[in-house]
C-alpha cells in the first residue's frame, strides 16, 4: 500500500523489507563477516580516544550498488559513484582517530590510493635488471605515502575494508555491521555515501540464464527497494549518529528532497549534492537548519570532504554528550 507522496505505510514497508530479505539469494561467507566486524567493533571499543572517551567507530558507505538483471548475471543495471567521496571521507575519519568499517563497490577508489595514477601497479613499477622491481622515481614520495598512511590504519586497527558488488550483498551486509555497532550506542555513525539503487528485480522473478535477445523488446518489472534507513534508525541502532546523501541532477529539487529524507528516515543529516557540482560544493541539511561547505578553490589539492568530515565530528562529538547526559 502507497501513502500520498509514494511512499510506502510502516506495515508494507515491514513487509517489503522482510520480503527483500529472505528473497536475497544469501551472503556468501555471512557468519565469517560478523565475526569479523564484531571483533573490529569489540577491539575499537576497549582502546580510550584522546577527547577522554572511547574510541569512535564510522561505517562508511561508497561507491553504486548493482542491480542484476539474470541469476548467472551477464547484465546489470549500475548506479554511479566513483567512491572517491567514501575512500576520501574514510581518509579523514580515520586521521582523526576514528575507526572506519569502509563498506564499499568492488573496483571503486579505496582509501590511499587517489594520488596514484589510474594504473599503479604499471604505471609506477618498472624492471631492475632482470629479476628485480622497483618503483619508479616520478611515483616514489606519492607511493611511500599511500603505504604508510594505509599500513597504520590497518596495523592500528582503524580500518576494516568490506566489498559488496550487488544491491542484495549491500543491503545484507549494512545489516551485519548495523547490529555490530548497536552496543557503541552514540559513539557508532553510518556515513552513507554510497550510490544505492532504488529499483530491484526480486530474486524470484528474475531469470535464471542470460535473457535472450531473439525474443524481443525486454519487458521487464523492477520493485522498489524498501528503503533500509527507517529500520537502521529504528532498530540495526538506534542510538548511532546517521548521515544519508541526497543526488540529484535537478539543483531545484535538491534541498527540498534532502530535507524530506531528513525527517522522514529520522536522519542527524543529510548531505545534499549535485552531480557536476558535487566535488566543490554540498550543503549539510540538518532540523537547525542548511550549511553549505565549499571546497577551498584558493588551495589546488583542497576537497569538500575536508571541511565535510571536520563539520560532521563537531556534530557527532555533540551528539554523543548530550546523549550520555
Ligand atoms: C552521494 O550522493 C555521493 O555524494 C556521490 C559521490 C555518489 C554523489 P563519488 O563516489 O560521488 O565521489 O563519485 N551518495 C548517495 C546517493 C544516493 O543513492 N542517495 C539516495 C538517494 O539520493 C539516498 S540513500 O535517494
Redesign the pocket.
Known amino acids: 500500500m502507497e501513502s500520498g507522496d509514494g511512499a510506502l505505510s510502516a506495515t508494507s514497508l515491514d513487509e517489503s523489507i522482510t520480503s527483500f530479505f529472505t528473497s536475497a539469494p544469501p551472503l556468501k561467507e555471512s557468519d565469517n563477516l560478523r565475526e569479523r566486524v564484531m571483533e573490529f567493533v569489540e577491539l575499537n571499543s576497549t582502546i580510550a580516544a584522546g577527547d577522554g572517551g572511547h574510541r569512535k567507530v564510522v561505517c562508511v558507505t561508497?561507491?553504486?550498488t548493482t542491480v542484476p538483471l539474470e541469476q548467472r548475471c551477464v547484465r546489470y543495471i549500475d548506479?554511479?559513484?566513483?567512491?572517491?567521496?567514501?575512500a576520501t571521507s574514510a581518509e579523514y575519519f580515520v586521521k582523526a582517530g576514528y575507526a572506519v568499517v569502509f563498506l564499499h563497490r568492488r573496483g571503486?577508489i579505496m582509501p590511499y590510493t587517489r594520488s596514484l595514477p589510474e594504473d599503479p601497479l604499471l604505471e609506477c613499477l618498472e624492471l631492475d635488471g632482470d629479476s628485480s622491481i622497483r618503483v619508479r622515481q616520478s611515483c616514489s614520495d606519492a607511493v611511500k605515502k599511500s603505504i604508510s598512511d594505509h599500513h597504520a590504519a590497518v596495523a592500528g586497527n582503524l580500518l576494516l575494508k568490506l566489498p559488496f558488488t550487488t544491491i542484495f550483498e549491500y543491503l545484507q551486509m549494512l545489516q551485519i555491521i548495523a547490529k555490530a555497532m548497536k552496543p557503541l550506542g552514540p559513539l557508532a555513525m553510518f556515513y552513507?555515501?554510497?550510490?544505492?539503487s532504488?529499483f530491484y528485480v526480486p530474486w524470484q522473478t528474475m531469470a535464471e540464464h542470460k535473457i535472450q535477445s531473439a525474443s524481443g523488446p525486454l519487458d521487464m518489472r523492477l520493485v522498489q527497494v524498501p528503503k533500509m534507513?527507517a529500520i537502521l534508525r529504528k532498530e540495526w541502532a538506534p542510538l548511532a549518529f546517521c548521515i544519508?546523501?541526497?543526488?540529484?541532477t535537478d539543483s531545484k529539487i535538491l534541498l527540498e528532497k534532502a530535507d524530506m529524507?531528513l525527517r522522514k528516515y529520522k536522519m542527524h543529516m543529510v548531505?545534499a549534492?549535485e552531480?557536476l557540482t558535487?566535488k566543490e560544493e554540498v550543503t549539510v541539511v540538518t532540523v537547525d537548519g542548511k550549511i553549505p561547505v565549499y571546497r577551498d578553490k584558493s588551495q589546488p589539492d583542497s576537497d569538500v570532504e575536508q571541511p565535510l568530515t571536520e563539520l560532521i565530528r563537531n556534530k557527532h562529538s555533540t551528539y554523543i554528550k548530550n546523549t550520555n547526559r
Do not use: M, Q, Y
Open positions: 561508497s561507491g553504486g548506479n554511479f559513484s566513483s567512491g572517491h567521496r567514501g571503486t552513507l555515501a554510497a550510490a544505492v532504488d534507513l544519508s546523501f541526497k543526488l540529484e529524507a548531505i549534492n552531480l558535487r
